[in-house]
């Protein structure tokens, strides 16, 4: 029987948790779903991620209403991809930052992304009639960006890493707590998603760069919270050893076919029942095979080539 395209048939429901990390820090893990958080200024809030619509986003919202009811002044967006932030409106922040090729790519490709992601994880599009349309960063960066809390909290600062999971992950890392919020550039327990990435750069000088920060908590894209210097290490190693692999078995192959039969065994042992790896390794796969042979910038997914790869690989 043919696989059921990406994670169309996945409509079952993830437990929420909101999680307080440390005085004023918190984040909201649901079993494999896009995580976000949020961080306490003396009279404002920093809120990490808005996810995939406005509804979504007023349902993690009330959550975080129960500890803090100052206003969201910053909406941090790790970087472009729908499911982290098109519930943008639902915040009413003062100031959206993201990193300036996030901008770019949102310009680019941001309508296109929309209508895959929608049709890949449509249970994630709580109210899809609520998104008012494309979320515009008003404030971008090329390197570090740094909100001062006040109140002797201390500075949250946003950090380019390199080129990873797409062209313009940023981290959001608070010293004072030795907290960091690493978007998609780290998964804890959850498949990878590479269908954007550049896996080179993000297996080695990326990844070196965010565990440099010698985070204690850490907070990625999906999957549970990393704790202590040893579950956060083991979340980037987890990270780095599915990139190396991918690497390691489309190098080895003769065709895209091949690659993704060779990936495909060598990680389903590992990573096989984790979180969205069926739905994501077609599309890692594709993208992976391009970068090896010498297409630089990742193609931009649409829904037909979505469907297109699915069938030739995954069905
Ligand atoms: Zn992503």
């Avoid at 809030?45 to 979504?56: K, R």
């Avoid at 992601?117 to 998104?131: C, H, N, Q, T, V």
């Avoid at 919020?181 to 780290?186: E, N």
């Avoid at 980037?236 to 065709?255: H, K, P």
Wanted: negative net charge; aromatic residues 10%; charged residues 25%.
């Amino acid at each position: 029987m043919a696989k059921p395209f990406a994670s169309s048939a996945d409509l079952g429901e993830k437990r929420q948790s909101l999680e307080v990390l440390a005085d004023g820090v918190y984040a909201l893990t649901a079993e494999g779903d896009p995580n976000v958080g949020a961080i306490e200024g003396e009279d404002f809030l920093v809120c990490f991620e808005a996810l995939a619509t406005p509804v979504a986003a007023r349902a993690w919202l009330a959550r975080l209403r129960e500890h803090t009811g100052k206003p969201v002044r910053y909406l941090v967006l790790s970087h472009y991809h729908a499911v982290r932030v098109l519930g943008a409106s639902a915040f009413g922040a003062d100031v959206i930052v993201a990193h300036e090729k996030t901008r770019e790519l949102i310009a680019e490709r941001g309508e296109q992304d929309w209508a895959s992601e929608y049709a890949r994880m449509p249970r994630l599009f709580k109210e899809p009639g609520s998104i008012p349309g494309l979320t515009w960063p008003t404030a971008t960066f090329s390197d570090r960006f740094t909100i001062d809390l006040g109140g002797g909290r201390g500075d949250l600062v946003l950090q380019y890493c390199g080129r990873g999971h797409t062209e313009g992950d940023l981290v959001a890392w608070l010293p004072e707590r030795r907290v960091l919020f690493a978007g998609d550039l780290v998964e804890s327990q959850a498949a990878l998603y590479t269908g954007d990435a550049f896996h080179r750069d993000w297996a080695s000088a990326t990844l070196d760069r965010v565990a440099s920060f010698g985070a204690e908590t850490l907070v990625g894209g999906r999957g549970a919270v990393a704790r202590g210097k040893d579950g956060v290490a083991a979340a980037i190693g987890q990270t780095r050893d599915f990139l190396t692999v991918m690497l390691r078995e489309a190098g080895a192959a003769d065709s895209l076919k091949e690659a993704f039969a060779r990936t495909h065994r060598a990680l389903a042992p590992r990573y096989g029942s984790w979180p969205i790896f069926e739905h994501c390794l077609p599309f890692n796969v594709s993208r992976l095979w391009d970068e090896l042979h010498g297409i630089e910038r990742p193609r931009v997914w649409t829904a037909e080539r979505d469907r297109q790869v699915w069938n030739e690989l995954q069905s």
